[in-house]
C-alpha cells in the first residue's frame, strides 16, 4: 500500500525527532531550518511526553493497519481502509495545530515536521481518494476493489485450457 510505504517513512522521521529529544541522537540535521527551537519549545512537547513519540505511535498504527489490510482474510474488506481514514483524518487535525502553531506562535520551522506533514497529508489523500472510488489503496499507489461482486465471481482458468483459448463445450450425456 502507499500508506504501508508513508507510514513507515513517518514513522522513521517520528523515530529520529523522538530519539534526538530524548538524548539518544546527537545533534539534529536540519540545515537551515529552526528545528530545535520547535523541538525545544513547550510545544514541543504534551504532559511531559516528546510530541515525536506521539507521531512514533500514531505512524506505527497508520503502518500496522495497512499491512493488515493487504491480509487475504482483510482484501475485499472496506474496514482497514475506513480505520486508515479515520486515523490519518486525527493525524492530519493534530499536524494542522501543530503546523499553525509553528508560524503563528514559533514563528520558527522545523523542515522535518513540515516533511510529517507532508506525509501525513499524502496518507490521508490517498486513502480517501481509494475510499472515494470504491477501492483500497495498495503497493505502488495502485488500487484494488473493496468488494468483491457476487455477480461476477473471479474465473479461474481450468488447466486444460489456456486464457485465450475458448473451453470445450460440455460432452453429451451417455
Known sequence: MAAATL????????LYLWLWKIGIVGEMACGTGSCETVQLSRYGEIAGIPVAFFGVLGYLGLLVVSL?????????????????ALLSG?????????????????????????????????????????????????????SRPLIRSSAHPPTVPSPHTS????????????
Open 7 to 14: 507510514s513507515l517513512l513517518g514513522f522513521l522521521l517520528s
Open 163 to 174: 486464457p485465450s483459448t475458448p473451453a470445450p463445450p460440455p460432452s453429451p450425456p451417455a
Open 68 to 84: 493488515a489490510g493487504l491480509q487475504p482474510r482483510w482484501l475485499n474488506s472496506p474496514g482497514p481502509t475506513q480505520l486508515l
Open 90 to 142: 486525527i493525524g492530519v487535525a493534530f499536524t494542522g495545530y501543530l503546523t499553525y502553531v509553528e508560524g503563528a506562535v514559533l514563528h520558527a520551522w522545523c523542515r522535518w515536521c513540515l516533511a510529517s506533514a507532508g506525509i501525513i497529508v499524502g496518507i490521508f489523500v490517498a486513502v480517501v481518494v481509494g475510499l472515494v472510488r470504491g477501492r483500497a489503496v495498495t503497493p505502488l499507489g495502485g
